[in-house]
């Protein structure tokens, strides 16, 4: 079955980097667009990054040229590179996959930025 397992994640200093994983199975990640997510307390979760097969990327407005998204299909991993954090990028971070039509998230992992 389809399993997404997130890791890295930490509390950091404003203006500090994390780099969080998602290790992949059950699919054949290859070929599958990828995506991270965050959702902060309180709020609804919104979409972060994205990286289609191709190689092409793409970021929220508030993410870009800060974040990184990247993958490593002999790996089947997902990765997500965090630099200039701000207190506002707290939130715990899913990884997706649609996979033959159904959505599948991780577990996630919680991003804790101190101001």
């Known amino acids: 079955q389809v399993q997404l397992v997130e890791s890295g994640g930490g509390l950091v200093q404003a203006g500090g980097s994390l780099r969080l994983s998602c290790a992949a199975s059950g699919f054949t990640f290859r070929s599958y667009a990828m995506r991270w997510y965050r959702q902060a307390p309180g709020k609804e979760r919104e979409w972060v990054a994205a990286l289609n097969t191709g190689g092409s990327t793409y970021y929220a407005d508030s993410v870009k040229g800060r974040f990184t998204i990247s993958r490593d299909n002999a790996k089947n991993t997902l990765y997500l590179q965090m630099n200039s954090l701000k207190p506002e990028d707290t939130a715990v971070y899913y990884c997706?996959?649609?996979?033959?039509?159904?959505?599948?998230w991780g577990q996630g992992t919680q991003v804790t930025v101190a101001s």
């Open positions: 997706n996959a649609v996979v033959v039509g159904r959505d599948y």
